[in-house]
């Protein structure tokens, strides 16, 4: 079992900045891909970008490429970060953190076996 809790969401204004943590414990070995997944209301979780613990690969989603960067402490990236740069209201949504073995994709949302509760970032316009 793999425990992920987020952290550092807020109410900011459109061009702010934001920093999410995702601390990772438990059977961390077993975890290989860790991700972020946003849901905005009314709408259904989307992928926003994830990381490789092995390879330190990334990937972003395109609407967040250039603006959002991930990154990971250590070298099982135990300690996931995202960077969320330029915010716009559409980037409000909760933000969940999420971890997977070995997903066939970044991006596709049941291989994520491990949840966070959230974190709500709400961006003003």
């Known amino acids: 079992q793999v425990s992920l809790v987020e952290s550092g969401g807020g109410l900011v204004h459109s061009g702010d900045s934001l920093r999410l943590s995702c601390a990772a414990s438990?059977?961390?070995?077993?975890?290989?891909?860790m991700a972020w997944f946003r849901q905005a209301p009314g709408k259904e979780r989307e992928y926003v970008a994830a990381i490789s613990s092995t390879s330190g690969n990334t990937d972003y989603a395109d609407s967040v490429k250039g603006r959002f960067t991930i990154s990971g402490d250590g070298a099982n990236k135990n300690t996931m970060y995202l960077q969320m740069d330029n915010l716009i209201p559409e980037d409000t949504a909760r933000y969940y953190c999420?971890?997977?073995?070995?997903?066939?994709?970044?991006?596709?949302?049941?291989?994520?076996?491990?949840w966070g509760q959230g974190t709500q970032v709400t961006v003003s316009s």
């Open positions: 438990g059977r961390t070995f077993t975890k290989n891909v």
């Open positions: 999420a971890a997977a073995l070995s997903p066939p994709t970044f991006t596709w949302i049941k291989a994520y076996t491990y």
